[in-house]
Protein backbone atom coordinates (compact mmCIF):
# COMPACT_ATOMS: atom_id res chain seq x y z
CA UNK A 1 0.00 0.00 0.00
CA UNK A 2 2.80 2.33 0.65
CA UNK A 3 4.39 2.15 -2.51
CA UNK A 4 1.12 2.50 -4.62
CA UNK A 5 0.53 5.72 -1.73
CA UNK A 6 4.04 6.95 -3.12
CA UNK A 7 3.11 6.49 -6.70
CA UNK A 8 0.69 8.64 -6.57
CA UNK A 9 2.49 11.08 -5.09
CA UNK A 10 5.48 10.83 -7.36
CA UNK A 11 2.53 11.80 -9.97
CA UNK A 12 2.00 14.57 -8.81
CA UNK A 13 5.69 15.67 -8.22
CA UNK A 14 5.98 14.63 -11.78
CA UNK A 15 3.59 17.19 -12.93
CA UNK A 16 5.33 20.22 -10.89
CA UNK A 17 8.73 19.31 -12.17
CA UNK A 18 7.93 18.63 -15.81
CA UNK A 19 6.16 21.87 -16.01
CA UNK A 20 9.00 23.72 -14.12
CA UNK A 21 11.68 23.90 -16.81
CA UNK A 22 8.92 25.34 -19.52
CA UNK A 23 8.38 28.74 -17.33
CA UNK A 24 10.67 31.67 -19.04
CA UNK A 25 11.51 33.61 -15.51
CA UNK A 26 13.96 31.10 -13.22
CA UNK A 27 12.18 32.33 -10.09
CA UNK A 28 9.12 30.67 -11.80
CA UNK A 29 10.90 27.24 -12.55
CA UNK A 30 12.35 27.22 -8.64
CA UNK A 31 9.02 28.11 -7.15
CA UNK A 32 7.43 24.86 -9.01
CA UNK A 33 10.62 22.91 -8.47
CA UNK A 34 9.77 23.34 -4.86
CA UNK A 35 6.91 22.07 -5.26
CA UNK A 36 8.14 19.41 -6.85
CA UNK A 37 10.77 18.83 -4.17
CA UNK A 38 8.06 18.94 -1.42
CA UNK A 39 6.25 16.05 -2.81
CA UNK A 40 9.15 14.14 -3.88
CA UNK A 41 10.28 14.70 -0.49
CA UNK A 42 7.03 13.17 1.14
CA UNK A 43 7.44 9.87 -1.88
CA UNK A 44 11.01 9.15 -0.69
CA UNK A 45 10.29 9.41 3.19
CA UNK A 46 7.58 6.96 2.74
CA UNK A 47 9.78 4.72 0.16
CA UNK A 48 13.02 4.78 3.00
CA UNK A 49 14.82 6.78 0.33
CA UNK A 50 16.16 8.83 3.40
CA UNK A 51 19.06 10.42 1.45
CA UNK A 52 16.63 12.04 -1.48
CA UNK A 53 14.13 12.65 0.96
CA UNK A 54 16.92 14.82 2.96
CA UNK A 55 18.16 16.57 -0.11
CA UNK A 56 14.68 17.52 -1.15
CA UNK A 57 14.07 19.27 1.50
CA UNK A 58 17.23 21.23 0.87
CA UNK A 59 16.66 22.27 -2.39
CA UNK A 60 13.29 23.81 -1.39
CA UNK A 61 15.64 25.74 1.45
CA UNK A 62 17.96 26.47 -1.52
CA UNK A 63 15.57 27.88 -3.44
CA UNK A 64 14.03 30.00 -0.66
CA UNK A 65 17.56 31.27 -0.19
CA UNK A 66 17.96 32.21 -3.41
CA UNK A 67 14.93 33.36 -4.36
CA UNK A 68 15.58 36.80 -3.26
CA UNK A 69 18.59 36.91 -6.42
CA UNK A 70 16.30 35.45 -8.83
CA UNK A 71 14.25 38.09 -8.33
CA UNK A 72 16.60 40.33 -9.04
CA UNK A 73 18.12 38.72 -11.64
CA UNK A 74 21.42 38.80 -10.30
CA UNK A 75 23.79 35.89 -9.19
CA UNK A 76 23.41 34.46 -5.53
CA UNK A 77 26.80 35.07 -3.48
CA UNK A 78 29.23 32.30 -3.45
CA UNK A 79 29.41 32.46 -0.03
CA UNK A 80 26.08 31.85 0.21
CA UNK A 81 26.35 28.77 -2.54
CA UNK A 82 29.42 27.30 -0.95
CA UNK A 83 27.55 27.06 2.73
CA UNK A 84 24.41 25.32 0.67
CA UNK A 85 27.12 23.00 -0.12
CA UNK A 86 28.82 22.34 2.83
CA UNK A 87 25.41 21.86 4.75
CA UNK A 88 24.12 19.37 1.61
CA UNK A 89 27.51 17.42 2.13
CA UNK A 90 27.46 17.01 5.72
CA UNK A 91 24.01 15.94 5.64
CA UNK A 92 24.57 13.11 2.50
CA UNK A 93 27.00 11.90 5.27
CA UNK A 94 25.17 11.93 8.12
CA UNK A 95 22.49 9.64 5.96
CA UNK A 96 24.95 7.72 3.54
CA UNK A 97 23.86 4.24 3.30
CA UNK A 98 26.21 3.12 0.53
CA UNK A 99 26.96 4.09 -3.07
CA UNK A 100 23.56 4.90 -3.71
CA UNK A 101 23.10 7.83 -1.24
CA UNK A 102 25.48 9.71 -3.14
CA UNK A 103 23.54 10.21 -5.51
CA UNK A 104 21.22 12.53 -4.39
CA UNK A 105 23.94 14.57 -2.64
CA UNK A 106 25.97 15.07 -5.70
CA UNK A 107 22.60 15.66 -7.69
CA UNK A 108 21.90 18.67 -4.97
CA UNK A 109 25.10 20.57 -5.46
CA UNK A 110 24.89 20.54 -8.96
CA UNK A 111 20.96 21.90 -8.90
CA UNK A 112 23.14 24.53 -6.04
CA UNK A 113 25.64 25.53 -8.45
CA UNK A 114 23.39 25.79 -11.60
CA UNK A 115 20.89 27.53 -9.10
CA UNK A 116 23.31 30.11 -8.32
CA UNK A 117 23.70 31.07 -11.71
CA UNK A 118 21.42 34.41 -12.49
CA UNK A 119 21.28 32.22 -16.49
CA UNK A 120 18.32 30.25 -16.15
CA UNK A 121 19.84 27.93 -19.33
CA UNK A 122 22.04 27.16 -16.72
CA UNK A 123 19.66 25.61 -14.72
CA UNK A 124 17.66 24.16 -17.48
CA UNK A 125 20.56 22.27 -18.64
CA UNK A 126 21.60 20.83 -15.25
CA UNK A 127 17.99 19.74 -14.43
CA UNK A 128 18.11 17.77 -17.84
CA UNK A 129 20.96 16.16 -17.43
CA UNK A 130 20.13 15.64 -13.40
CA UNK A 131 17.16 13.96 -14.51
CA UNK A 132 18.78 11.09 -16.24
CA UNK A 133 20.87 10.19 -13.17
CA UNK A 134 17.82 9.97 -11.23
CA UNK A 135 16.55 7.30 -13.55
CA UNK A 136 19.20 4.92 -11.93
CA UNK A 137 18.39 5.92 -8.34
CA UNK A 138 14.70 5.73 -8.80
CA UNK A 139 14.88 2.62 -10.28
CA UNK A 140 17.24 1.19 -7.23
CA UNK A 141 14.03 2.55 -4.82
CA UNK A 142 11.13 1.03 -6.61
CA UNK A 143 9.94 4.76 -7.73
CA UNK A 144 8.97 3.46 -10.93
CA UNK A 145 6.79 6.17 -12.12
CA UNK A 146 9.38 8.35 -11.22
CA UNK A 147 11.54 6.85 -13.77
CA UNK A 148 9.17 7.36 -16.40
CA UNK A 149 8.95 11.24 -14.94
CA UNK A 150 12.53 11.43 -15.15
CA UNK A 151 12.52 10.47 -19.04
CA UNK A 152 9.78 13.32 -19.27
CA UNK A 153 11.49 15.80 -16.97
CA UNK A 154 14.53 15.32 -19.82
CA UNK A 155 12.42 15.98 -22.80
CA UNK A 156 10.55 18.41 -21.15
CA UNK A 157 13.78 20.32 -20.52
CA UNK A 158 15.32 19.19 -24.57
CA UNK A 159 12.05 21.27 -25.88
CA UNK A 160 12.47 24.52 -23.58
CA UNK A 161 16.03 24.50 -24.48
CA UNK A 162 15.60 24.67 -28.38
CA UNK A 163 12.56 26.56 -27.87
CA UNK A 164 15.07 29.36 -26.14
CA UNK A 165 17.64 28.98 -28.63
CA UNK A 166 15.04 29.35 -31.52
CA UNK A 167 12.88 31.92 -30.09
CA UNK A 168 12.85 33.40 -26.69
CA UNK A 169 9.39 34.81 -26.36
CA UNK A 170 7.22 31.80 -27.18
CA UNK A 171 6.65 29.79 -23.48
CA UNK A 172 4.08 28.09 -21.85
CA UNK A 173 3.94 30.12 -18.64
Same mark, same amino acid.
Given at each position: ?8 ? $? ?7 ? $? ?58 ? =?????? #????? #? ?24 ? $? ?33 ? #? ?6 ? #? ?11 ? =??
Amino acid at each position: MNILVAQII $SILAIIAIT $SSVQFKKKQHMMAMASLSHLLYSIQYIILGAYSAAYMDTVAIVRNLLFHKYNETKTAAPT =LLTAFI #IVVTI #IIGLTTYDGFLSIIPVAIAIAYTVSA $SFKDPKIYKTTFGLCAIIWVFYNFKFKAYICVIGN #IAEFISTI #IALIRDHKNKKKY =LF
